[in-house]
């Protein structure tokens, strides 16, 4: 049986890392659960709710300095909500080894894939043209269309994997909205993520994926962690972290796709 210490001391080295690396939630939480012997579906579900509680105070924060683009986060949210609401009400008619299987393989998947984004993010920056402030009402409509359809493949990507909210998010809008400056683009995905997950997470509530306790003790120390990560973050070289966390997702990903 796991302690409630190794619950606490989980919960709070994973918000450390979030704060720290910007990364973490379901491609670090998930991961370590599944580990620990806790079944996929009650590990998904229930870090899809620690996610949305970790990440709730720094999208207030980009909400207060005005960091958020409506037009894209309700483009976004569009696209990603009713396709989670619509995954979850399929898990929920599926069968237990069924779905666990099938999120198993997601979070495989997911996380290879917010490991890669982690190794080549800089590059990526490097090829993005000079970003700018780019007024609400000058983006294209096109440009809403593919994020409201991204964010539907998002959507029933993190409702089965938990991974991707943030990190893939942030290479998502990037890809799509190159010139918006990187404050606004981790201030939309930040909101956006918490959107998402909560959504996401109650969904498993509903489909009885979440574990209570186990929620509210990996949340105790979560918060505290997290600021100090944040306040630490300055002082670490983030490029290298980054590399570390990235190669460690990858060689996880192999674990849950063959064995």
């Not at 958020?68 to 995954?87: C, E, F, H, Q, W």
């Not at 590059?123 to 809403?144: A, G």
């Not at 409702?159 to 190159?178: F, K, M, N, Q, R």
């Not at 930040?190 to 998402?196: K, M, N, P, S, Y």
């Amino acid at each position: 049986m796991i302690t409630l210490t190794v619950l606490v001391a989980t919960g709070a080295l994973v918000g450390f890392c979030i704060g720290l690396t910007g990364v973490g939630g379901g491609s670090l939480m998930t991961p370590i659960l599944l580990m620990m012997g806790i079944p996929a579906p009650v590990a998904i579900g229930t870090d899809l709710l620690y996610a949305s509680i970790t990440k709730a105070g720094s999208a207030l924060v980009h909400i207060r300095q005005r960091h958020v683009n409506k037009p894209i986060l309700i483009a976004l949210s569009l696209g990603s909500l009713p396709a989670s609401l619509l995954t979850s009400h399929v898990l929920t008619l599926s069968s237990w080894h069924a779905s666990s299987r099938l999120m198993t393989l997601t979070l495989a998947f997911m996380l290879s894939l917010t490991g890669i984004s982690l190794l080549f993010k800089r590059r990526v920056l490097h090829t993005l043209p000079l970003q700018t402030s780019v007024p609400e009402d000058r983006i294209r409509r096109k440009d809403l269309i593919l994020t409201c359809l991204t964010g539907a493949v998002l959507g029933v990507l993190v409702t089965l994997s938990s991974v991707g909210a943030g990190a893939i998010g942030v290479v998502v809008l990037l890809a799509l909205h190159p010139r918006l400056r990187m404050i606004n683009v981790i201030g939309t995905d930040v909101t956006h993520a918490v959107l998402l997950t909560l959504v996401a997470g109650l969904g498993h509530w509903q489909a009885h994926h979440v574990d209570t306790r186990l929620l509210l003790s990996l949340s105790i120390a979560a918060l505290p962690a997290m600021f100090l990560g944040i306040h630490l973050s300055s002082r670490t070289p983030d490029h290298w972290l980054r590399i570390m966390l990235g190669f460690m997702l990858i060689m996880v990903s192999g674990k849950f796709a063959f064995f």
